[in-house]
T-cell receptor, first 108, second 120 residues
Framework: EIVLTQSPGTLSLSPGESAILSCRASESVYRGYLAWYQQKPGQAPRLLIYGASSRATGIPDRFSSGGSGTDFTLTISRLEPEDFAVYYC???????FGFGPGTKVEIK | QSQLQESGPGLVKPSETLSLTCNVSGGSISGNSYYWGWIRQPPGKTLEWIGSIYYSGSTFYNPSLKSRVTISVDTSKNLFSLSLSSVTAADTSVYFCVRQGSSRGPAEYWSQGTLVTVSS
C-alpha cells in the first residue's frame, strides 16, 4: 500500500504570499496518477490538480504543481483569501487510492 | 456536469449495516467511462477511499474494508449505493459519493457529504 505524507502540517501565510506544499509517497507513483484537492470547512473537497500537473476545469493558474516518482509539490502563488483551506494529495495509481493527512494553509 | 446527492440514515447502531444511496443527475450513470465511488472522512481526519463501481457492475474496493463493503448500481434509476456491514464507532464519518473519470481516476465531482454516526 502506498502511504502519502504531507508537509508541513500547517502553513501560516499572509494574502499575496506564495505557498509550497509537499506530498511524498512511500513508493513510486509510476504513472504520475497524483491529485490535489482543496477542502474548506463543512464542504466537500474540490479537485484542483490531476495527473500530477494538470489543472482541473475552472482552477486558476495561480495553482501549479509538479513532481514525479515519490515527490510532488503544489504551489499556490499570490494567495487569495479564498485559498485558505486544507489541501490533500491522493494517489490513484495503486489500490487502495489513499490520501495524505493534509496541509492546512491558514491566515497569518 | 454531474450532480450527486447522497441519502440515507444519519444514525446507525453498532453491528448493523450502514446503507447509503447516491442519486446522479446531469447525465446518465451509464455514460462515458465514468466510475462511481464512495469516500469517507471521520470528523477532523483525512479522507479514505472506500471503493468504486462501473455501470456494468464491475467493482473494486479498499482491501481494508472489502470484507464488509458492497457497492451496487441501478442504471434504471441512475443511482448507486453503498452497504457497509458490522459497523462500529470507527465507521462514524462523513460519507461522500463521487464521480471518477475512469477506474484509475481522481474524484472529479463530489456530493455535499452526509454524516453517519454509529451509536446505540
Amino acid at each position: 500500500e502506498i502511504v502519502l505524507t504531507q508537509s508541513p502540517g500547517t502553513l501560516s501565510l499572509s494574502p499575496g504570499e506564495s505557498a509550497i506544499l509537499s506530498c511524498r509517497a512511500s513508493e513510486s507513483v509510476y504513472r504520475g496518477y497524483l491529485a490535489w484537492y482543496q477542502q474548506k470547512p463543512g464542504q466537500a473537497p474540490r479537485l484542483l490538480i490531476y495527473g500530477a500537473s494538470s489543472r482541473a476545469t475552472g482552477i486558476p493558474d495561480r495553482f501549479s504543481s509538479g513532481g514525479s516518482g515519490t515527490d510532488f509539490t503544489l504551489t499556490i502563488s499570490r494567495l487569495e483569501p479564498e485559498d485558505f483551506a486544507v489541501y490533500y494529495c491522493q494517489q490513484y495509481d495503486t489500490s487502495p487510492f489513499g490520501f495524505g493527512p493534509g496541509t492546512k494553509v491558514e491566515i497569518k | 456536469q454531474s450532480q450527486l446527492q447522497e441519502s440515507g440514515p444519519g444514525l446507525v447502531k453498532p453491528s448493523e449495516t450502514l446503507s447509503l444511496t447516491c442519486n446522479v443527475s446531469g447525465g446518465s450513470i451509464s455514460g462515458n467511462s465514468y466510475y462511481w465511488g464512495w469516500i469517507r472522512q471521520p470528523p477532523g481526519k483525512t479522507l479514505e477511499w472506500i471503493g468504486s463501481i462501473y455501470y456494468s457492475g464491475s467493482t473494486f474496493y479498499n482491501p481494508s474494508l472489502k470484507s464488509r463493503v458492497t457497492i451496487s448500481v441501478d442504471t434504471s434509476k441512475n443511482l448507486f449505493s453503498l452497504s457497509l456491514s458490522s459497523v462500529t464507532a470507527a465507521d462514524t464519518s462523513v460519507y461522500f459519493c463521487v464521480r471518477q473519470g475512469s477506474s484509475r481516476g481522481p474524484a472529479e465531482y463530489w456530493s455535499q457529504g452526509t454524516l453517519v454516526t454509529v451509536s446505540s
